[in-house]
């Protein structure tokens, strides 16, 4: 979960409690109690830059509601963290060792990404996502997308969702979802989190039509010309 300095404290709350909610969602539940074997294992990480990712919550198994709140409870007594830049890659890369040293056994892992903007810290984001897809990982994407500058005066990306399709997903089965904005989030998560657990793609995928794909380097392109902006503004 994306909890970079585009992000205020109160989206970032809102992002929190979206997944707090779809946890609690009877039909979420269900969705975990018809899969294969009728249980989840779920960690959740709030990251930022390169270096700024933290493991709010451990590893628990979610088989019904007593489980679900257990996980719930976790979450909402966790301090939120938060950091400075966007680095997606790292997210990835924090994530995917974990799959390794949970103690669990599964024929299927799920890196679940949100944000509201491109990757601008640390390796490329693709780079990341070759070497999760690689690994038979699925690395799916929530884009929330809006129209505020960030606080430090960066235009928001346009078409976000492309750049997650081009960009960011990976594996077996990978999509993206859209929030249209940080309201939305909670209905994003909980649709999300139903089609990942029963196995299943969107019924219509969000695209953009009648636009390239962006250059998966873009948040890096639009970070170091902000800084030029920023650098001649001074004389």
Known sequence: VDVSGSIDFEEARLQRQGYMAAFLDPVVLGAIASGPIGRIA?????????FSRTHTVDWMIVNGPT???RFVAALEDASLHRGRYTSISGAIEFALPMFEQNGFESDRQVIDVSGDGPNNSGRLVDEARDIAGF????VNGLAIINDRPNPFGIPQMK?????FEHCVIAGPGAFVVVAEGFNDFGNAIRRKLILEIAGRMPDNIHRAQGYEPPPCDIGERMIQQFRGLRFFDTF
């Not at 078409?159 to 750049?163: E, S």
């Open 42 to 50: 779920v960690t959740y990480i709030e990251w930022a830059g390169a």
């Open 135 to 138: 690994a038979g990982v699925t």
């Open 159 to 163: 078409d976000l969702d492309i750049y």
């Open 67 to 69: 489980n679900a709140e």
